[in-house]
């Protein structure tokens, strides 16, 4: 490949109820995708654990713990960067909704807390509130790869245009989100979702589901999924396991950047997004 271009791979995998199986089973499913040639390779959303907020305090661990450890380990063992889904943390008396970033070395490079906690209510859909558990981050995640920089959300966060502008203006040409939309949003959203951030930014932007589970009590719409700067879907799955590659030209952000230069046209004189963060 070229030296512009990033192969990646996004695991749509099956999530149960018992942690040490979905970690072993991420750690094979990393090995699996290291084989077919990913130099990053990303997890879904919870992927130690099922989804909902019963769930959460039972799951959650520290971090470094024995969900990220083995993330750490396999990033080391197989020469390749992780993007850990994420995992219910435990920090004091708080817990978030983390994605941890590894590197071939086996450092942690990034860590990402969910900045919009999903609380909704959509009436003969589905009723959620993650801020009945969880609390929210309160910072910008990125990570330098020798290819681009790369943005970091959570599912939810996909719907906040502002997160993914102020990524772009940082540099970010790739933004991944690990997310389990649900047989409610997922149909009507997921994939628009992708195709607004990726065209409005002029980015890649790769979503990672859990494969769908019928019998779970939440049940993922799967669909993980890459998303060109023209819009395009240029790799996706349905529900079930699956792993998605796709190669990430950047010289095509570039040249997609030229074609229509919509970030040098902005008018900063009118109008602005700008960053405000908070310690976590």
Request: glycine letters at 8%; hydrophobic letters at 40%.
């Amino acid at each position: 490949m070229a030296a512009s271009t990033l192969r990646i791979a996004l695991v749509q995998m099956r999530v149960g109820e018992v942690k040490a199986e979905n970690v072993a089973r991420a750690v094979q499913l990393i090995k699996e995708a290291a084989g077919g040639g990913a130099q990053l390779i990303a997890l879904p959303e919870c992927f130690n654990s099922p989804y909902g907020t019963s769930y959460f305090p039972k799951y959650a661990e520290e971090i470094p713990g024995e969900s990220t450890n083995a993330l750490r380990d396999a990033a080391k063992k197989f020469g390749v960067f992780v993007v850990g889904g994420s995992v219910p943390e435990r920090n004091g008396d708080k817990l978030f909704n983390t994605c941890t970033v590894w590197g071939p070395q086996g450092d942690m490079i990034a860590k990402h807390r969910k900045v919009h906690l999903f609380d909704i209510n959509v009436p003969g859909g589905i009723v959620f509130r993650e801020s009945d558990c969880l609390s929210p981050g309160n910072s910008l995640t990125m990570f330098d790869l020798p290819h681009c920089k790369i943005g970091l959300g959570i599912c939810y966060d996909i719907r906040f245009a502002e997160l993914a502008q102020l990524y772009t203006k940082l540099g970010c040409k790739v933004l991944l989100y690990p997310g389990a939309f649900n047989m409610t949003t997922g149909p009507a959203h997921w994939g628009l979702l992708q195709q607004c951030r990726a065209l409005d930014n002029q980015i890649y932007v790769g979503t990672i589901s859990p494969a769908r589970d019928t019998n779970a009590s939440y049940i993922a719409w799967g669909h993980s999924s890459v998303v060109s700067p023209w819009g395009e879907v240029v790799s996706t799955c349905e529900d079930e396991e699956a792993i998605v590659y796709a190669d990430l030209d950047m010289d095509y952000v570039t040249k997609v950047r030229q074609m229509i230069p919509v970030q040098k046209q902005k008018r900063s004189d009118m109008y602005d997004v700008i960053s405000k963060q908070l310690e976590n």
